[in-house]
């Protein structure tokens, strides 16, 4: 396939509620949209998830893109790419910036996809119609306000529930949403906020029963969290700490943890994912699709992912009505019993809703290959 014409296209929606972690809040979904055209015509979308602040990792929007244009997309307009396979080796000898890697690797997945006119879920190996998902839920002011949350979110179907938690943001809080719900499917998720020091915290949070903890420690605490993990009896599950398929393998050689919480934009795309997916099922370690507030088209594609067989634990990949009043695509992700459906069309299933883009949108460039910016 070769590739002819890019654009990328800045897009902030809002969220419907600011979304608060130990890194601090979020009021609006800021992101790219790669769009990639092919000598055929046909397009290939994929999202830039990085976020305006380097918090969760080093990468922002703003070096993310000019890496995928000063780097990603020269690589792979210059030559004829036969196997979407092929892109990650090609990106290989850049180091980091698995996020800006994913935007352009997935958006050259659709193409593919719908070059052969499969659907992205079927082209990747996945059979799910449908798949079960959570809802992860950020700070709240107070354990009654995340009631009401929680509430909210198990009378819609969501099949198991995330608490951000912090210090003193996390005992009362998890408590309240157990006694309340003494059978809800719920895990915690730390956002690297705590150290050893607050081992007497975690040890508290091992009495309510749940699924795991999300990382707790720093983004490179592999020994530490072997350490916690071996004094707890709930899972420790790494979220930060992983950024490709040798990551987990060091989690799993030291036993920093019983479960991954995978993500494609943080492992730099498609093949990587699909490799550390099927690594966690020969080894028996817990793997499950999470979620970076993504618009509908990294949704989309984590959606075809979470519809491999692997992906048994709900992901945190919600309805699109639990983020945004409108998304850029259509149609929309609707809850129907606690799962999304796994788009049939082709490529990843959604097109972009012009109309609602028009609005969001706050640049537009174009890259004609070879030929440079206008
Ligand atoms: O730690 O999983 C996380 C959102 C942004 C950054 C990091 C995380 C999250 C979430 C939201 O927990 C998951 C979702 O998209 O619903
Ligand atoms: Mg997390």
Redesign the pocket.
């Given at each position: 396939m070769h590739f002819q014409k890019a654009k990328l296209i800045h897009v902030e929606i809002p969220l419907i509620a600011p979304?608060k972690?130990s890194?601090g809040e979020?009021k609006s979904k800021d992101f790219y949209i790669i769009e990639l055209m092919n000598a055929d015509g046909i397009y290939g979308y994929g999202e830039l998830e990085a976020?305006p602040l380097p918090d969760?990792t080093e990468e922002t929007l703003e070096t993310a893109i000019k890496i995928i244009k000063q780097h990603l997309l020269p690589l792979i307009t210059q030559k004829k790419i036969h196997f979407p396979e092929e892109v990650h080796g090609i990106f290989n000898w850049i180091q980091g910036n698995e996020m800006a890697k994913s935007a352009v690797e997935l958006a050259v997945w659709d193409a593919f996809a719908k070059s052969e006119k499969s659907s992205l879920a079927r082209m990747i190996g996945a059979n799910k119609d449908f798949i079960s998902v959570?809802?992860?839920i950020?700070l709240q002011n107070n354990p009654n306000d995340l009631l009401q949350l929680v509430e909210q979110y198990v009378q819609a179907g969501y099949q198991r529930v995330?608490l951000?938690v912090a210090p003193n943001h996390d005992i009362q809080y998890i408590k309240a949403v157990r006694e309340k719900f003494p059978k809800l499917s719920l895990m915690a998720?730390a956002?690297s906020a705590y150290n050893r020091e607050d081992f007497l915290l975690l040890k508290e949070l091992d009495q309510f029963d749940l699924e795991m903890i999300?990382?707790p420690f720093g983004t490179k605490d592999f020994v530490d969290h072997a350490w916690l993990q071996s004094q707890l009896k709930t899972r420790i599950c790494l979220?930060?700490n992983i950024r490709s398929l040798g990551d987990v393998r060091q989690a799993h050689l030291l036993g920093s943890c019983q479960a991954i919480?995978l993500?494609l934009a943080r492992v730099g795309g498609m093949c990587e994912a699909l490799r550390i997916a099927e690594y966690c099922a020969e080894n028996k370690l817990l793997v499950w699709c999470?979620?970076?507030?993504?618009a509908g088209i990294g949704?989309a594609h984590?959606i075809a992912l979470a519809a491999r067989s692997e992906f048994e634990f709900p992901g945190?990949?919600?309805a699109s009505n639990?983020?945004f009043h409108e998304d850029i695509v259509s149609p929309d992700f609707v809850l129907d019993k606690g799962r999304l459906r796994v788009p049939t069309d082709n490529g990843i299933g959604v097109t972009l809703n012009s109309d609602v883009l028009k609005k969001y949108t706050k640049s537009t460039e174009e890259m004609l290959l070879n030929i440079g910016w206008s």
């Open positions: 979304f972690t890194y979020l976020f969760y959570g809802v992860s950020g995330k951000k998720d956002n999300e990382q979220d930060e919480n993500k999470g979620g970076m507030l993504e949704r984590n945190d990949i919600s639990r983020y």
